[in-house]
């Protein structure tokens, strides 16, 4: 069984930053693709940045030039840089891994955590 355990999250002031810390049970080599969602009270569940295997990158529209995903293979963590943080960035911030086995698609989360942007 995958775990994904995510750190990093907290109470930070407008134009501040934080680094989320997503930590794998395994070698993040084995998933096809690693990425950071988030959800806003009331609102769904988004995509805010994602990275490969092959260490290709997107980010949603409203954090680029601002998020930064990144990974370190050799401690099997996602990170994600946070920088001029917005109080719409408040949320819930989610770890996700997936890889592919014979056709099916494996999916896995993180327990999230919390980041309040304070205007």
């Known amino acids: 069984q995958v775990q994904l355990v995510e750190s990093g999250g907290g109470l930070v002031q407008a134009g501040g930053s934080l680094r989320l810390s997503c930590a794998a049970s395994?070698?993040?080599?084995?998933?096809?693709?690693m990425g950071w969602y988030r959800q806003a009270p009331g609102k769904q569940r988004e995509l805010v940045a994602g990275?490969?295997?092959?260490?290709?990158?997107n980010y949603a529209d409203s954090v680029k030039g601002r998020f930064t995903i990144s990974r370190d293979n050799a401690k099997n963590t996602v990170y994600l840089q946070m920088n001029s943080l917005k109080p719409e960035d408040t949320g819930v911030y989610y770890c996700?891994?997936?890889?592919?086995?014979?056709?099916?698609?494996?999916?896995?989360w993180g327990q999230g955590t919390q980041v309040t942007v304070s205007s």
């Open positions: 996700n891994a997936d890889h592919i086995r014979g056709g099916v698609v494996f999916d896995y």
């Open positions: 990275i490969t295997s092959g260490g290709n990158t």
């Open positions: 395994r070698n993040i080599f084995s998933f096809n693709s």
